[in-house]
C-alpha cells in the first residue's frame, strides 16, 4: 500500500545523540579551542592530529562503564583490517603514537591534540555521542613536575577562555591513595594485585558517582548492588559492612578536615548533598579560612587512614610535591586542590588524577540551582604505552571537555558572539544580476561581508525579509530609475528595526533609515552605517 | 607457544589508508583552513558543523565508485538506531540539515562546513581514506548566478592560500550537456529517463578517468569494458563504436576549439596525454591566443553537437549565463573556462559542475614531471533535499580537497611554517625543580614559548640533545653556583648550531653562543636573542 506513494522518503535526522551546530555555536568552539591551543603551545607543547579511525586492539578498552554490553565504543568488522572503532578519547591514540615513533619523537613528548571523540553510551539531555575533547599530554617523564605542570596550565586555560579565578577549582587526587584505600578496605592485595581487580573497578565506579548518586547510592555500589529508578539492577561490589565504611570515610576525608578546621559544627546550607564540603565551598572562602595549610590538612588526615599501606603513602608523597611545586609557583588552593574524592572513570590512570569543577551555580531545566560541575579531567597513565612495546613508559595528561565549558559559559551568559550577517545586495531587476554581484565585490574587496540576494527576486519582501533573518545591518537597493541616476539606496536594518519598535508614525515615515548615495560612494557609504568610517 | 611470552600486544599502527599529521602538518592544515573560511565568510556563508556519524539512509549512494562491494562508505549495524556510517562528504549531511530545518533555515541558506570526511577505498599513495574538506554551498536558489558566485569564490580561495592567478584553473561545464550527448549517443530516453542508467554511470565514470586512462581506455569503457593491468576486468558501458564517436568527439571538444582557433595544426607537446588541449595550456597564452572569445567558441562548437537536443541546448544556455556573468566580475578565462571534460564522479550533481586544477607541474615519486590536477570540485544538485522531503529544493556548492592543496603548496616550496620550538629550562639541580618552573612561568607571562625539561635530569647532554630535536632557540642554564651567584647561563641554539657548522676552533673555544645574565634580565634578554628585544 505504502507503494503507491512511491520510493521510501529517508528520515531528514541525525541518529540520537547527535546534533548539528550552527553558525555562532561554530565560532565560538572555534574560538575556544584556538584560546587553549595557545596556551597548551606557550606551555611548549606540540601539535598532534590523529585519525578518527583506529584498530579496536589499539584502542584498548578503558572506558569508565564497562559493564555496558558494547562498551561504549562505535566499532565495526573491516574485510581487511579487522575490528575497527571510532576513538573514544585523545589519549589512546597518543599512546599508539608513542609506541609507533617513539624512535623518532623528542623524549619527553610533548603534544596537544583537539577534535572530536565518539561514545556509544545511552544519550541524555546535554549528553552527546560526539563531543569535543582539547588535550594536553607529556610522554615520558615520570617526574611529579610534569603532574603538577599540566594543573597550572589547565587552570591558566580556564581562565583565559573566560572562567575567572574563584569560579573554577582544580582537584587532584592520586590514584595510588585511591589503592591504598583498596588495601585497607581487603579489596586489594599486593602480593596478587589482578585479584579483586573486578571488585575494584566497581569501587571506583561507586566512588566516582558520589554527586549523581549521594552517599546512599554509593553504599549501595560498594554492598550488593543497585536498582535505578527504571528498575535496572547495577552490580555491587559485595563489600561487608565494616570494608563499606572504610570507603566511605575516605571518601568523606575532605569533610571532615573541613569540620574540624572550621570553628563549630558545619554549617549545612555550605555542602554538596553529596557530603564533599570542599568543593561547594566558595574558594575564596576556603583561601581564607584554611589558607596555604589546606591541601596539608588533607594530606595528614589521609596520612592517618592510608599511610600503613606503601602504595598509599606514596601516592600521599606525591600528591605532597605536587602542592609544594604549585605553591610555589602562586597555584594555592584558590586555584588547585588536594581532594580524595576525586576517582576519573578511565580505567587507565596509575597516580595522580585532576579534575576541573566549575563552581559557580547555575539553573537546571527544572529551575533548580546546581552546581555546573566537571569540565575537564586527566592524570598520569604509566602503563598505556607499555602495552605496545612492552616497555614502561610514564605519562600525564589532561582532557577538557570543551563542548561543556561552552555551555557554562552560555549559561553565566558570557559568551558574546558577533552575530551580524552579511550587507545584502538586493536585486530589483533581474537582468542587472552582474551589476549586483560587482556592488557585492566592491564590498568583499574592502573587507566587507556581502552577497547579492539569490532567491528569487519576484517578491521585495521576501528579500527584506531574508536580510532580517541573516541579522543584515545594510540592504543596497537599485531600481532602473536608480541606476539610471547613479544612485543606490542603503537601508539601515538595525536602525530600521529600532524605529520600527520605537519611532512615532511622523518619525517612521519620515525613513530615516533609508538613504541616497552616488554609486561611486557605495564602499564608503556602507563602512560608514557599519562604523567603520 | 606464543602465550609463554605473556599477552599477545596490539600493533601500534593506524588501519591502512589512515594516518598522523605532526606539529606543523597540523598547524598549516589549520591555517588553510581558517583561511578559506574567511573567503566564504566574506561572501555572506555561516558555518555548519554535521556530526561525522549519519544514518546511512540519510547519506544516500552517490559515491563515485559505486561498483565496489561496499560502496565506500564505513558503515556499522547499531541495535537501536539501524546502519550508521562515517559520512563521505560534506553535501550529503547539508541536504539533511536543509531538509530538517527547513523551516527554521534563512532562503537562500548559505553555508560553509570544514571536517575529516572518510571514504572506504583502495588506500594507495598520497591517497588516504580520511581526509580534510572545506566546503561552501548555497540552498534554495536556482539561479545561475549562484553557480558563478561558487566559481568566482573558488578562485579568490585559491589566490588566498596561496596560487597565484596563471597557477590554476576553475573548468565548468554542465551534467544537462552531458545528457545531451548522451541522448544523441543514444543511451538517455527522455521519454523514459531511468532506462540506461546503468549505461550513463560508466559513461560517465569513463569520460571522468580520462586523464588516468587515456583515450584508449576510456575507449574500452565505453564499449565491452577495460582489464587493467593487475587483470582486474571493469564492465564497460556496451556501446557501439559509432555511439562511442560521439561522446569521444564531445570529450575532445575542446581539443577541437584550440585546434579552430590557433593558426596551423596543433603543438602536440602542449597538450596533455588524454587530449585535453585546453587544460594544459598556460592560461596565460590561453587568454591571449583565444581572449575573452575562447568561452564563446567553445560553447558555440558544442551547440553543434548537442544543441538539437532539448536539455543540452538548456544546459549550454546556463553555462552561457554563467560565462557572461563571471566576465562581467572580471573573471576571464585566464580564471574559468567552459571545458566539456569536466564530469565529477558524483551520482548526484544535475546541472553545472566546476572543477579546480593546478597547472603547474609537479616531480612525481619516479621523477617525472606532471601536472598537479584538481584540487577542488562542485557543482548543482537540485534534487538532494529532495529526496527527504518530496519537495524540489535547488542547491549547488563546492568543496576544496585541503591535504591536495596542503600538498601542492608543499610541491612547490610554498609552505612556509614556524618550526621553531620553545625556550627549554634545563634542569641542573632536581630539587631546584620549582625555581626552574618559576623563570619558564615568567617567560611565558611574556608571551614567550617555555617550558621546564621534563625527563630525567641526570645526564646534562640528554637535555641539551631535547632542545636540539625541538629545534629550541635558546636553553636557560641555572646551576648552585649561578643560583648563587644570582644569574643564569643562555644559551643561543641557533647561534651555537651555526658556530659548529662554520666557525674555526679558536672562535668555537669562545663561546660566543652562551651568555651570563643577571636572573632578574632573563625575560628581557631571552627576549633580545629571540630577535623581540
Redesign the interface.
Known amino acids: 500500500m505504502a507503494k503507491d506513494k512511491?520510493p521510501r522518503?529517508?528520515?531528514?535526522?541525525?541518529?540520537?545523540g547527535?546534533?548539528?551546530?550552527?553558525?555562532a555555536?561554530?565560532?565560538e568552539?572555534k574560538a575556544m579551542l584556538d584560546t587553549i591551543a595557545n596556551v597548551y603551545?606557550?606551555?611548549?607543547f606540540?601539535?598532534?592530529?590523529?585519525?578518527?579511525?583506529?584498530?579496536l586492539?589499539?584502542l584498548?578498552k578503558y572506558l569508565p562503564d564497562v559493564d555496558r554490553p558494547?562498551e561504549g565504543v562505535?566499532?565495526?568488522e573491516?574485510?581487511?583490517?579487522g575490528w575497527?572503532a571510532?576513538r573514544y578519547d585523545l589519549t589512546a591514540p597518543l599512546a599508539?603514537?608513542a609506541?609507533?615513533?617513539r624512535n623518532d619523537l623528542?623524549?619527553?613528548y610533548?603534544r596537544y591534540a583537539m577534535g572530536?571523540v565518539?561514545r556509544?553510551e545511552k544519550p541524555g539531555p546535554g549528553r552527546f555521542?560526539?563531543f569535543y575533547q582539547c588535550d594536553a599530554d607529556?610522554v615520558?617523564?615520570?617526574?611529579v613536575?610534569?603532574d603538577?605542570?599540566i594543573c597550572?596550565m589547565l587552570a591558566d586555560a580556564l581562565e583565559e577562555v573566560g572562567i575567572p579565578r574563584g569560579d573554577y577549582v582544580v582537584r587532584v587526587n592520586n590514584r595510588k591513595v585511591l589503592n591504598g584505600v583498596m588495601e585497607v578496605a581487603g579489596v586489594l592485595d599486593p602480593a596478587d594485585p589482578e585479584k579483586f581487580a573486578h571488585e575494584r573497578g566497581i569501587v571506583m565506579r561507586a566512588i566516582d558517582k558520589l554527586d549523581r548518586l549521594g552517599e546512599e547510592g554509593v553504599r549501595a555500589l560498594l554492598g550488593k548492588g543497585r536498582k535505578d529508578e527504571s528498575g535496572d539492577f547495577t552490580e555491587g561490589a559485595g563489600l561487608s559492612g565494616e570494608q563499606a565504611e572504610k570507603v566511605m570515610g575516605f571518601v568523606n576525608a575532605a569533610q571532615i578536615v573541613e569540620d574540624e578546621l572550621r570553628d563549630g559544627p558545619p554549617n549545612p546550607d555550605n555542602r554538596m548533598p553529596g557530603g564533599m564540603g570542599l568543593t561547594l565551598d566558595n574558594p575564596h572562602e576556603r583561601t581564607e579560612h584554611a589558607g596555604q595549610a589546606w591541601n596539608w590538612a588533607v594530606l595528614d588526615h589521609l596520612m592517618r587512614l592510608v599511610g600503613p599501606t606503601e602504595v598509599g603513602f606514596q601516592g600521599l608523597q606525591e600528591l605532597g610535591e605536587i602542592s609544594?611545586?604549585l605553591k610555589?609557583?602562586g597555584y594555592g588552593p584558590d586555584r588547585i586542590v588536594i581532594d580524595p574524592s576525586v576517582v576519573r572513570g578511565l580505567g587507565y590512570y596509575t597516580g595522580p588524577v585532576f579534575e576541573a569543577e566549575l563552581t559557580f551555580e547555575i539553573t537546571d531545566d527544572k529551575g533548580r540551582p546546581r552546581q555546573f560541575g566537571s569540565v575537564a579531567g586527566g592524570g598520569r597513565y604509566d602503563d598505556l604505552v607499555k602495552?605496545?612495546?612492552?616497555q614502561a613508559v610514564p605519562a600525564t595528561g589532561i582532557s577538557i571537555g570543551v563542548d561543556r565549558l561552552l555551555a557554562a559559559l552560555h549559561a553565566k551568559g558570557r559568551m558574546q558572539a558577533d552575530t551580524r550577517?552579511?550587507v545584502?545586495v538586493t536585486v530589483m531587476d533581474r537582468d542587472r544580476?552582474?551589476?549586483y554581484?560587482?556592488m557585492a565585490?566592491e564590498l568583499?574587496q574592502a573587507?566587507?561581508?556581502?552577497?547579492?540576494y539569490?532567491?528569487?527576486p519576484k517578491n521585495f519582501g521576501n528579500q527584506l525579509k531574508?536580510a532580517d533573518?541573516?541579522n543584515s545591518p545594510v540592504a543596497v537597493i537599485q531600481g532602473s530609475d536608480e541606476a539610471s541616476r547613479g544612485v543606490v539606496q542603503l537601508k539601515d536594518l538595525f536602525l530600521g528595526a529600532k524605529i520600527a519598535a520605537e519611532a512615532t508614525h511622523e518619525e517612521w515615515k519620515s525613513q530615516p533609515a533609508q538613504s541616497e548615495v552616488a554609486r561611486a560612494d557605495l564602499v564608503a557609504e556602507v563602512r560608514r552605517l557599519l562604523g567603520q568610517g
Do not use: C
Not at 606540540?46 to 584498530?55: F, G, H, M, Q, Y
Open positions: 512511491g522518503r529517508p528520515r531528514a535526522e541525525t541518529p540520537k547527535f546534533r548539528d551546530y550552527f553558525g555555536e561554530v565560532t568552539r603551545h606557550r606551555y611548549g606540540d601539535p598532534l592530529e590523529t585519525s578518527a579511525v583506529e584498530t586492539d589499539a584498548g558494547n562505535f566499532a565495526w573491516d574485510e581487511a583490517e575497527l571510532l599508539r603514537v609506541a609507533q615513533f623528542p623524549t619527553p610533548r572530536p565518539w556509544n555521542r560526539q607529556t615520558g617523564s615520570a617526574s613536575a610534569s603538577a605542570e597550572a609544594d611545586l610555589a609557583q602495552r605496545f612495546t612492552g550577517g552579511p545584502v544580476m552582474a551589476d554581484q560587482q565585490g568583499r573587507g566587507i561581508r556581502a552577497e547579492v539569490l532567491g528569487n531574508y533573518k541573516r
